[in-house]
């Protein structure tokens, strides 16, 4: 049985910094593209960055200088930090194992505001 664990959402003020942890069960973590995207409610679910087994890394546009995935393969775990936030960041976070067609997690929901 697959299972993605997200973890570290929260509210948190412009300009201030959150990470999001994933943890991974029941796939082969380290061959797996593991991604975040981000959906708010009306909006299509958008990718936020991903990263291939071997490290190579994806971003949108919108986070590029401020976010930072990551991954660990011998604890089978995705991070992504997120610096500089911005209003326009809030959103229900959702990790990914297999891009689209693959495996979902339940979203944790990041609220950026004052």
């Known amino acids: 049985q697959v299972q993605l664990v997200e973890s570290g959402g929260g509210l948190v003020q412009p300009g201030g910094s959150l990470r999001l942890s994933c943890a991974a069960s029941?796939?082969?973590?380290?061959?797996?593209?593991m991604g975040w995207y981000r959906q708010v409610p009306g909006k299509q679910r958008e990718l936020v960055a991903s990263?291939?087994?071997?490290?190579?890394?994806v971003y949108a546009d919108s986070v590029k200088g401020r976010f930072t995935i990551s991954r660990d393969n011998a604890k089978n775990t995705v991070y992504l930090q997120m610096n500089s936030l911005k209003p326009e960041d809030t959103a229900v976070y959702y990790c990914?194992?297999?891009?689209?067609?693959?495996?979902w997690g339940q979203g944790t929901q990041v609220t950026v505001s004052s």
């Open positions: 990263i291939a087994g071997g490290g190579s890394t």
């Open positions: 990914n194992a297999g891009r689209t067609q693959g495996y």
């Open positions: 029941g796939i082969s973590f380290s061959i797996y593209v």
